[in-house]
């Protein structure tokens, strides 16, 4: 059986995300969140993390599963969300646009038993 959790609008640009995303698609959710505790890049892999254990609560939640032992990551997807524009004043009375990118992340569960 599989599971999915959603985050959307997260304030850090996908190309960050994929770089974490990349190390744990495919893992076990215990090998995955190891990984994730000791990552450099803490707080996209706080956002991760947060998300997988989301995921698993989904999952025992829903009574598909009994323990978290047996599940691995099927799917781990990111995307990107909708862009913030700022504006940054220049020279002469002029400004500048900035954009603020956001991602979108999607996770799928899967169970090894069935």
Do not use: C
Request: proline share 2%.
């Amino acid at each position: 059986m599989q599971v999915t959790a959603k985050l959307g609008s997260v304030r850090i640009t996908p190309r960050k995300i994929g770089l974490v995303a990349d190390q744990v698609r495919g893992k076990t959710v215990h090998e995955a969140l190891e990984i994730l505790d000791f990552s450099p890049r803490k707080r996209t892999a706080g956002v991760i993390a947060t998300l997988v254990r989301g995921a698993i609560a989904n999952m025992l939640f829903q009574g598909q599963a009994e323990t978290s032992a047996s599940l691995y990551i099927h799917t781990l997807l990111v995307g990107q969300g909708m862009t913030i524009k700022r504006f940054r004043a220049r020279a002469k009375g002029s400004g500048t646009r900035i954009n603020k990118k956001t991602s979108n992340i999607r996770i799928v569960l899967g169970d090894w038993s069935k």
